[in-house]
T-cell receptor, first 111, second 112 residues
Framework: DGGITQSPKYLFRKEGQNVTLSCEQNLNHDAMYWYRQDPGQGLRLIYYSQIVNDFQKGDIAEGYSVSREKKESFPLTVTSAQKNPTAFYLC??????????FGEGSRLTVL | ELKVEQNPLFLSMQEGKNYTIYCNYSTTSDRLYWYRQDPGKSLESLFVLLSNGAVKQEGRLMASLDTKARLSTLHITAAVHDLSATYFCAVDVRGGADGLTFGKGTHLIIQP
């Protein structure tokens, strides 16, 4: 079935460590996105990529990095520079009508 | 600065009642989306509204868009417990594939 796969679902990190969240899609979509969700809040855009080998910062890119080496993959690295990384991270891709399709999410907790 | 505001942010209602959630946005856009999120889960697409006057209905939910007023509504008819969730509206204001801007969500609890 077509969709977006995020891994891991749950991740614990010690302070000072970098972690990478995986996002893979088989929908053949060009544009992919990373959002962050905090409890009781909406989604905030971290990074997005409209095409392979190109990506742009969203509203809260500080402390994060991404790569887009393949159309299917858009991994997000949460670096030690991110001061408050505990959150729910959602990866999405955009369909033809501008609609976003989301993965199941990755919940990151800093110990 | 773009703002997408939902009202109310929290709503507790009884089964069988009708209610409306409002989504206002602060800049011109012809595209608005509604999503549903269950606790601990991802977002599920409900409605895609792509033009002024667009109306979509699915079961007990109906969404509409007034681009001149910069307002979308999500109307719930004869609510049932299974509709308890958080509902988000999102607006495409950047153009192209620059992503959607989300409201803070409306946490809806429907009590028997």
């Amino acid at each position: 079935d077509g969709g977006i796969t995020q891994s891991p679902k749950y991740l614990f990190r010690k302070e000072g460590q970098n972690v990478t969240l995986s996002c893979e899609q088989n929908l053949n979509h060009d544009a992919m996105y990373w959002y962050r969700q905090d409890p009781g809040q909406g989604l905030r855009l971290i990074y997005y990529s409209q095409i392979v080998n190109d990506f742009q910062k969203g509203d809260i890119a500080e402390g994060y990095s991404v790569s887009r080496e393949k159309k299917e993959s858009f991994p997000l690295t949460v670096t030690s520079a991110q001061k408050n990384p505990t959150a729910f991270y959602l990866c999405a891709s955009m369909g033809d009508g501008g609609e976003l399709f989301f993965g199941e999410g990755s919940r990151l907790t800093v110990l | 600065e773009l703002k997408v505001e939902q009202n109310p942010l929290f709503l507790s209602m009884q089964e069988g009642k009708n209610y409306t959630i409002y989504c206002n946005y602060s800049t011109t856009s012809d595209r608005l989306y509604w999503y549903r999120q269950d606790p601990g889960k991802s977002l599920e697409s409900l409605f895609v509204l792509l033009s002024n006057g667009a109306v979509k209905q699915e079961g007990r939910l109906m969404a509409s868009l007034d681009t001149k007023a910069r307002l979308s509504t999500l109307h719930i008819t004869a609510a049932v417990h299974d509709l308890s969730a958080t509902y988000f509206c999102a607006v495409d204001v950047r153009g192209g594939a620059d992503g959607l801007t989300f409201g803070k969500g409306t946490h809806l609890i429907i009590q028997p």
